[in-house]
């Protein structure tokens, strides 16, 4: 078994690192503080190349593969966990057009999201359906010219940074009574609503989309009528799982990075608090759960790369990594005592923003009823 990383994964490892080092350290405090989104990212994302990693080359991206995004995914979210959420979730709209969608769809839609003319979404959980999907209300009804849709999405990232909107309604009753659409921004009856407040990942783009007889054409339909369940579990649970795994996986490696460099610096009893034994205790739990998450998440994507099923390696990586990401922030705050309260140590910011990682993309309850079932079977 060969545990090396591919050149390109390397290269994509280096680049971002370089990347998020120059372009988004900088960008981190104001978005803590604004709760915003920088203008101008996204096009500074495109350019990298990192929106068109799972997009093949005739229509724009790299197709570098899910390894490759998800090293991409972790690199953005070691420095920005906001900015690493809305990378993943640009990757689901992408990739939701380009294994589901049309010729027309893909040639419409996918070089401009490559290229970071705007961000990718899934706009899915609605407030009568997060874990559970059916229970959504809004529909597409259909019409001699396509379909009709109404209803209201919540906690979608990138809802209002998006031109192009994959989203599921139903068109019937039951997993076959629902259906995929693409939805452009301008597109009558279709707005981005109210933009939320988050305790963590803050300076991601959050919020409502709502549509209000809007009309769309059958070209809008992804998929054949019907597919919008297969369309929304596969992208959810293949593409969103491993990408929120990956953004956790970041927070995880900062969590200990911060906490080494914390203890070998802080002195107390004339020593480095790094040789209290206490210490060495918690970074050795951080270091277990930082290398056993990498070894979760990288299968995942290999899994996925290989063509291979991993909608259950990917739940368990999402599932475990998001919460050994709070375990870690949590230590990660106590070895900086009072430090590690104050807002110009960034753990407390590791904390909630991985705090949200455990809800966005699934929440604990419904990764671990999906572990179990494959468990038990
Ligand atoms: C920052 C952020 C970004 C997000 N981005 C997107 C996005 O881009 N697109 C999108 O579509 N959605 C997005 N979401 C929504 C996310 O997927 C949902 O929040 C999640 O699926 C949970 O749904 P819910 O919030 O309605 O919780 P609920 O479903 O109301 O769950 C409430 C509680 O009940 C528990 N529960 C529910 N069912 C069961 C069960 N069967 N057994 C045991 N316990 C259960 C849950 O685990 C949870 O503890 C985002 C959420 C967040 C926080």
Redesign the pocket.
């Given at each position: 078994m060969d545990f090396d990383l591919p050149k390109e994964a390397k290269l994509v490892r280096r680049t971002v690192r370089e990347f998020a080092e120059s372009v988004l350290v900088p960008l981190v405090d104001e978005m803590e503080q604004t709760g915003e989104f920088p203008p101008g990212l996204t096009k500074q994302m495109g350019d990298l190349g990192v929106l068109g990693l799972v997009t093949a080359p005739e229509y724009g991206g790299s197709n570098l593969g899910y390894l490759a995004r998800m090293i991409a995914v972790e690199e953005v979210s070691r420095v920005s966990a906001a900015a690493g959420?809305s990378l993943q979730?640009h990757h689901?709209g992408a990739a939701a057009i380009g294994d589901f969608g049309s010729d027309g769809q893909k040639t419409k839609y996918l070089p401009g999201l490559c290229r970071g003319d705007s961000l990718g979404?899934?706009?899915?959980?609605?407030?009568?359906?997060?874990?559970?999907l059916l229970?959504m209300t809004s529909t597409a009804r259909p019409t001699t010219d396509g379909y009709v849709l109404n209803g209201r999405?919540?906690?979608?990232?990138?809802?209002h940074l998006s031109d192009a909107v994959v989203t599921v309604a139903k068109t019937g009753e039951g997993p076959k009574g629902m259906s995929a659409f693409v939805v452009e921004k301008g597109t009558a009856g279709f707005c981005a609503g109210r933009h939320?407040r988050?305790m963590?990942?803050r300076g991601?783009d959050?919020g409502e989309i709502i549509f209000k007889d809007c009309l769309v054409s059958r070209e809008h339909l992804v998929g054949n009528e019907g597919d919008g369940m297969t369309i929304?579990l596969k992208t959810?649970s293949e593409v969103?799982r491993a990408g929120m795994a990956a953004t956790a996986l970041g927070i995880l490696q900062a969590c200990f990075d911060e906490a080494v460099k914390f203890a070998r610096e802080r002195t107390l009893y004339g020593r480095p608090i790094a040789q209290l034994q206490a210490i060495q205790w918690q970074v050795a739990d951080i270091f277990a759960d930082l290398e056993a998450s990498r070894l979760l998440c990288y299968q995942a994507a290999w899994l996925k790369d290989a063509g291979r099923d991993c909608a259950i390696e990917s739940t368990l990586a999402k599932t475990y990594v998001t919460e050994a990401a709070v375990r870690a922030a949590k230590k990660a705050v106590e070895i900086h005592g009072g430090c590690g309260t104050m807002l110009e140590y960034p753990v407390q910011r590791y904390f909630r923003d991985a705090m949200?990682?455990?809800?966005?993309?699934?929440?604990?309850?419904?990764g671990?009823?999906v572990i179990s079932r494959a468990a038990l079977a």
């Open positions: 959420i979730v689901m979404t899934c706009a899915i959980t609605e407030p009568t359906g997060g874990s559970d229970g999405k919540c906690f979608i990232t990138n809802c939320e988050k963590g990942l991601s959050t929304a959810i969103g949200v990682c455990i809800s966005a993309g699934g929440t604990a309850e419904i671990k009823l």
